[in-house]
């Protein structure tokens, strides 16, 4: 794998593109606390273009399955660019609603560029590989964070915030140049018997094929879980900032949580030995609750660090685990519409934690709204899980097995 140019290329783009990402980030709450005072009111700002990601989703998966994913990869990379741009005239003027008109660009650009690069990578590693591939690429996505986080705090306390911004322009700019790069067999999988031709089919076709294969059914269900932390991420680490009087935190959180989801997606590959597919994403899941549950001794500065290590670390295991399973069960010529859905799905449930979380966050405080969080998520496990024995759905596939709907 390791001896393959494309491997390296994704990789490394990744890389200078989470810098570019992560200052960005930085930059977005920093603009909001000084301009936005309430909590539900950043959570809509920010919602507005989960919402353009949600509408533009079903044309984004039937454009990715009938394009060559390097155009898709391409466009969506200008796209971003032109988003940067959109976001210095707000720093400029002074306006959020040019900040809104960023955030839609830049969650439109994500609706394309993710799921044609999750459709791209089964067809530039070999199936073997796909574990290795998937945890390395969030691995670098990770150390990406945490250095462009940590840059963004220095960088914040000598130069100025649309300095970030620049820096976000540039990483997108080298992104592109190695996206141009790229070489992916576009033919690879196509072809299969028995499947619906992509191009005389539409978006609605994902639906008969989760039927058919249950267990990338249950494991995408599985994946909605964590997205009660992550979807109020920033929202929390605001709140704990203020609670803790320490704008330095949000540095250590986010690096934290970073390098304990690399030492999972390191630990999982020896956890992949030892425990089965169904034991991992369980298990993992419960872990997720519990460092939901940690966020209620928010006054002690070691627990706030040690539940977001505990959360980076089940993730760490569990995102890469969950994409082995879509990667290899989900017949490659749907790959696209299936990553598509899967991100509208994600930013529907990211749209209604985030406008929830701004509310409690307003009415009950970050310590009860953690509570809250933790229980719905120990208590979804235990449905999904006894769900999951009754209707029989193996998540294992045995070796030199065919993936057939009958196997899983």
Request: aromatic residues 12%.
């Amino acid at each position: 794998m390791w001896r393959n140019r494309n491997v390296w290329i994704i990789l490394s783009g990744e890389m200078i593109a989470g810098l570019g990402l992560w200052t960005g980030i930085i930059g977005n709450l920093e603009f909001m606390q000084e301009k936005v005072p309430s909590d539900f009111v950043k959570a809509m700002i920010l919602s507005v273009g989960l919402l353009a990601g949600i509408l533009a989703g079903p044309l984004a998966g039937k454009i990715i399955d009938q394009s060559r994913k390097k155009t898709v990869l391409i466009v969506s990379g200008i796209g971003r660019m032109a988003s940067v741009v959109l976001m210095l005239l707000a720093l400029q003027t002074g306006s959020i609603a040019w900040m809104i008109a960023f955030v839609i660009g830049i969650q439109l650009s994500a609706t394309f560029y993710f799921p044609a690069l999750q459709s791209a990578i089964p067809l530039v590693v070999k199936d073997k590989d796909l574990l290795t591939m998937n945890g390395m690429h969030m691995n670098v996505a990770t150390i990406a964070r945490v250095a462009g986080t940590a840059l963004a705090g220095v960088m914040l306390v000598y130069w100025s915030l649309s300095s970030l911004y620049f820096i976000s322009f540039i990483a997108y700019g080298i992104l592109l140049l190695f996206t141009m790069s790229l070489k992916i067999d576009e033919q690879q999988g196509r072809g299969r018997a028995g499947v619906t031709s992509p191009q005389k089919s539409g978006f609605m076709d994902v639906f008969p094929v989760l039927k058919e294969f249950p267990a990338v059914g249950m494991t995408l269900v599985m994946t909605l879980i964590p997205l009660l932390f992550l979807g109020s991420f920033n929202l929390i680490v605001i709140n704990v900032s203020e609670i803790q009087q320490m704008a330095s935190i949000k540095g250590l959180i986010y690096t934290f949580e970073g390098v304990a989801f690399m030492l999972g997606s390191f630990a999982i590959k020896w956890i992949a030995k030892r425990w089965s597919t169904t034991q991992i994403l369980f298990f993992f899941a419960m872990i997720v609750g519990l460092s939901e549950f940690m966020l209620f001794f928010a006054d002690h500065l070691f627990m706030i660090l040690s539940s977001f290590a505990v959360l980076g670390f089940s993730l760490g295991c569990f995102f890469p685990t969950a994409m082995v399973i879509f990667q290899k069960r989900m017949p490659k010529e749907y790959h696209g519409r299936f990553f598509s859905f899967r991100n509208m799905l994600e930013r529907v449930v990211f749209q209604v934690v985030l406008l929830t979380a701004g509310a409690f966050l307003d009415l009950i405080g970050l310590q009860t709204m953690m509570i809250i969080f933790s229980m719905i998520s120990i208590t979804l496990t235990g449905i999904f899980f006894f769900t999951m024995k009754r209707r029989k759905i193996i998540l294992e596939q045995q070796p030199g097995e065919p993936v057939t709907a009958e196997s899983v």
